[in-house]
């Protein structure tokens, strides 16, 4: 499976597909809630499909978030 890079710039994570120009931004909205920011690419004969980048992409920003402590999920039992 390929491998997405995430470079982290302040407030945002922009995620990328090496070997395409598929490009996501994310960005850190409140301390539970990551957005989109912005995404470009057009398919080729790549890797994978945009819908396939973009899950993959949302996913991969998510769990840099929860890394990095940008997101914190509080559950309530």
């Not at 982290?8 to 120009?21: A, K, S």
């Amino acid at each position: 499976m390929t491998e997405l890079d995430i470079e982290v710039r302040d407030d945002e994570m922009i995620v990328t597909l090496p070997g395409t120009n598929y490009v996501a931004t994310y960005y850190r909205a409140t301390a539970r809630e990551l957005l989109a920011k912005s995404s470009s690419g057009q398919e080729s004969d790549g890797a994978m499909t945009q819908a396939e980048f973009h899950g993959r992409a949302w996913k991969a920003a998510n769990d840099k978030a929860r890394e990095l402590g940008w997101i914190v999920w509080h559950s309530s039992h």
